[in-house]
């Protein structure tokens, strides 16, 4: 195989600089939302808001709107968002409890076979303190304030 030759650097770019590949109007539309929240969160004036709504609406690369949201921190999630996400952490922390089972299952079905008999099914005993536990971190109260003020 020939061995291609290696492009040249650019030396006004920095490593790790955003490429200047074309944007989408649904990346532009993201980056106005970003700037909305900014804006609710009081992380923006209203001019400023406007300002670079503006340039985000005719960016044209992806650095230029790179450039336009840099200096916002991440929108924080609102109460619905964080909802979902503990509720599809905790069915991940039951099919992982499920596969544990099927697992402890065949141990003991394999250790039955192996004996000729049916013995205690001793898996019940794990099982059930796992389930205990994730039930019980699941009931308890949460520590977090109602109000996003935090």
């Known amino acids: 195989m020939e061995q291609q030759p290696e492009r040249p650097v650019d030396p006004l770019r920095k490593q790790g ?4 590949v074309r944007v989408s109007d649904r990346e532009r539309d993201a980056a106005v ?3 909305a929240a900014a804006l609710t969160e009081g992380r923006l004036l209203p001019q400023e808001h406007a300002d670079r709504v503006g340039a985000a609406l005719r960016a044209r690369t992806a650095g230029e709107l790179a450039a336009l949201t840099a200096d ?3 929108p924080r999630p609102d109460r619905e968002e964080r909802k979902r996400k503990e509720l599809a952490e905790w069915y ?3 099919r992982y409890w499920l596969g544990g089972a ?10 039955c076979l192996s004996d000729g008999e049916l013995q205690f099914y001793w898996p019940v005993t794990p099982l059930g303190i796992w389930a205990a536990v994730l039930l019980a971190a699941a009931l308890r109260p949460g520590g ?3 109000d996003d003020t935090a």
Request: net charge negative; hydrophobic share 55%; no cysteine.
């Open 92 to 94: 991940a922390e039951w």
């Open 144 to 146: 977090e304030k109602d």
């Open 102 to 111: 099927l697992v402890l299952s065949v141990i003991w079905g394999v250790n």
């Open 17 to 20: 600089d955003v490429p200047e």
């Open 72 to 74: 916002l921190p991440a």
């Open 33 to 35: 939302d970003i700037l």
